[in-house]
């Protein structure tokens, strides 16, 4: 029963502002994606636009490959889960829950039964009779995707949902959401802005910025092979380091030169940067380690800073040219601010991006 | 010990204690404001209850030793008094609910419903202006609409023109509501399956009834106390009480106890309105819809 969905071409400008850009998205049957990019880059305009709640300025939305785009939300048949939860605050949990089979006439046994199955599902079974203001936020959230559940739907689309819980809570509801929709097999589109959330939870994600689309792809084809330094930066905690190189040569070799680091290249990265001599490299902190790799580069470097995660360490370093490289460790090395020495990278795991253009070489 | 064990905190300072004299003198004010409020209302009160010999002593006599409900049986036994009370109440009830009915569906469509030609902000400007008139104005053009339909002095009449009067005060008041009513739970119904009419009944509709009871309770106590287009569009039959009160005054003496009785009983319905619509003034319905 799960659908095919693809935005085909989206464009939608409210006056001369363009919110969503030439955005084109292929989500396959049963398939968890996530929309994620900074806040005010279009990602609710694209959800509302499959919801049938604004309609695009040009393009087509196409749900298994009819196109949908002058159907109403009713009609589309999609779900929704709204970032501000939007229950209806007349209404009891039990209500709420069961409104949208009221709109589609079920019967009330049907109905009852339905409404317990998924209260079961989400955890709120003894909430049934309260009525929205009389729950926490997290509660309203089980609701909220209670109800977008209790029917069959083309497309499920979730709006920040985790947004309004705090850490600890959020981490949890990530992983059940997951099961749940993974159980479900619903074709689903998630928004966040947060990138770990995109990361765990997505069997594809889709990066935005400015109202379009950056890349999309698996969570670790984006880690790994980021499109460009926006997409870079964006995905990853803490974000890999980006500088601006020089390309030198020595001894016929090709070299980036980026404030105290001085880089070797091989073949492969010389003949992807062509004729540039300057590029973006871009190093993930992972890649930079105060121990010895056979075969790397290494840069003088004092520790400035040292963030505790208990199972590893973030590492600020500072060249001997006053740039800034961020670095990671597992904590069994003791190390501490004040340090200095070498820091370590192997050359073969930087990444290079076109100074102008952002592009990956 | 030394000095080191000494609390991360200083103690919260005390509240200031407010002087005597302040007090004091709070409590002057408060009685003055209370006195000139409650002093119409309780000289009104009493006057409906004092004999009739204690009306024109001088000086007045602010706590009469004796009271009377002869001018209440006076005023409330009297069959045309009754009538005019049954008038009043009719007239006030259907012009209020037509009005608040109409007046909310007004809004609604002029907050959700993008019309063609700018119609809107047309529609908008066309209510702001019944509102600047003053009502004086449109009394005389009401009398003779009224008068070429033949509805002179009947009830209809004065729930056309109530109607008319209130409806741009309860569409300006709903429209402003419904503007900032979170968009995202209509949204909600929408993706639920809603249809408009759907979507203004279940959703719209029951998150506005303390609005709506609030546009309703200034219509009602509006119309309820009118006495100009009441004077204007009626003589005897559809005379309401407002009418009745001010025709106390004229003909040969005042009859300071009924017209006093009457005045009283016409604000108690109005007194007991606004103590049941009071749960509506303080609380709003929408809190909790969206994260609180
Ligand atoms: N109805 C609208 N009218 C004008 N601008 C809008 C409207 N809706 C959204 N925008 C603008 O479009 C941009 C993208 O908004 P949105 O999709 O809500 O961003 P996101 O959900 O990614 O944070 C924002 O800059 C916002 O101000
Ligand atoms: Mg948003």
Redo the contacts between chains.
């Keep these: 029963m799960a659908n095919y969905l693809r935005l085909d071409r989206i464009t939608k400008s409210f006056g001369s502002f363009t919110a969503v850009s030439d955005a084109t998205v292929d989500i396959a049957p049963g398939e968890f994606t996530t929309l994620v990019g900074p806040s005010g880059c279009g990602k609710t305009t694209l959800l ?1 636009i499959v ?3 604004e309609r695009p300025s040009s393009g087509a939305v196409m749900i298994d490959g009819k196109d949908v785009t002058q159907l ?3 009609e589309r048949g ?3 889960v ?10 009891t949990i039990r209500q709420n829950l069961g ?2 089979l009221r ?2 006439k079920v019967a009330k046994p049907e109905r009852e039964r339905r409404v317990r199955e998924v209260a079961e599902l989400v955890e709120i079974g003894h909430l049934l009779d309260r ?5 926490s ?1 997290g509660q ?1 959230q089980r609701v909220a995707i209670g ?1 977008a559940i209790i029917r069959p739907s083309t497309v499920c689309l979730l709006d920040e949902p985790l947004s ?1 819980l705090d850490a600890a809570l959020r981490v949890r509801v990530r992983a059940e959401l997951k099961l749940l929709f993974g159980r479900m097999g619903t074709t689903t589109l998630f928004v966040t802005h947060d990138q770990s959330e995109a990361m765990t939870m997505s069997d594809r994600i889709v990066v935005m910025r400015d109202g379009k689309v950056q890349q999309q792809g698996k969570p670790l084809e984006l880690y790994q092979k980021p499109a460009n330094a926006f997409v870079a930066s964006f995905i990853g905690s803490p974000q890999m380091n980006l500088m601006e190189a020089r390309v030198d040569s020595e001894g016929g070799r090709a070299l980036l030169r980026a404030g105290s680091l001085t880089l070797p290249l091989d073949d492969g990265q010389a003949a992807r940067l062509g004729s540039r001599r300057a590029v973006t490299l871009g190093i993930r902190p992972e890649a930079i380690t105060i121990n010895r790799v056979p075969g790397g580069a290494s840069l003088a470097a004092r520790i400035e800073l040292v963030e505790h995660l208990g199972n590893s360490a973030i590492v600020h370093y500072r060249g001997p040219a006053g740039d800034q490289i961020v670095g990671m460790e597992l904590l069994d090395a003791s190390i501490g601010a004040g340090w200095s020495g070498e820091a370590w990278l192997d050359p073969a795991s930087v990444h290079l991006f076109d100074t102008e253009t952002t592009l990956a070489l | 010990m030394t000095d080191t064990t000494a609390p991360l905190a200083a103690p919260a300072p005390a509240p200031p204690v407010r002087t005597r004299l302040e007090t004091l003198a709070l409590y002057v004010c408060l009685f003055v404001l209370l006195a000139v409020i409650i002093f119409p209302i309780y000289w009104l009160v009493l006057n409906s209850l004092k004999f009739q010999r204690d009306f024109f002593t001088n000086p007045p006599v602010y706590f009469p030793p004796e009271l009377t409900l002869g001018h209440w049986g006076e005023a409330m036994g009297n069959p045309l008094n009754q009538r005019y009370m049954l008038n009043t109440a009719v007239v006030a009830v259907i012009s209020t609910f037509t009005a608040t009915a109409a007046g909310t569906l007004c809004a609604y469509v002029l907050a959700r419903i993008r019309m063609r030609w700018r119609l809107n902000g047309i529609l908008l400007f066309a209510i702001l202006i019944c509102r600047l008139f003053p009502p004086v104005s449109l009394a005389i053009p009401y009398y003779l609409l009224m008068r070429q339909f033949g509805l002179l002095d009947t009830q209809a009449a004065l729930v056309i023109a109530y109607t008319g009067l209130a409806l741009p005060f309860v569409t300006w008041m709903m429209l402003t509501f419904f503007q900032d009513l ?1 968009k ?2 209509e ?9 408009v009419v ?1 979507r203004f009944l ?2 719209v509709l ?2 506005s ?1 303390p609005a709506m009871a609030v546009s309703a309770t200034f219509v009602f106590i509006a119309v309820w106390n009118e006495l100009l287009y009441a004077i204007t569009l009626t003589t005897l039959n559809a005379k309401t009480i407002p009418v009745a009160i001010a025709s106390f005054v004229g003909d040969n003496a005042l009859a300071w106890g009924p017209m006093s009785a009457l005045s009283v009983a016409s604000f108690v319905p109005v007194l007991l309105l606004a103590l049941a619509a009071q749960r509506y003034l303080i609380r709003g ?8």
């Excluded at chain 1, 970032?83 to 007349?90: F, R, V």
């Excluded at chain 1, 009525?131 to 729950?135: G, N, W, Y």
Aim: hydrophobic content about 45%; proline content about 8%.
């Design positions: 509302n919801a049938a709640l109403s939300a009713r999609i779900a929704m709204f970032q501000s939860y939007a229950l209806y605050p007349h209404l409104f949208p709109v589609q009525k929205p203001r009389e729950l936020g309203r109800r309004n | 979170p995202e739970v949204r909600a119904a929408m993706v639920d399956g809603c249809t759907q279940w959703v029951p998150m009834v319905l929408t809190f909790g819809a969206v994260k609180g």
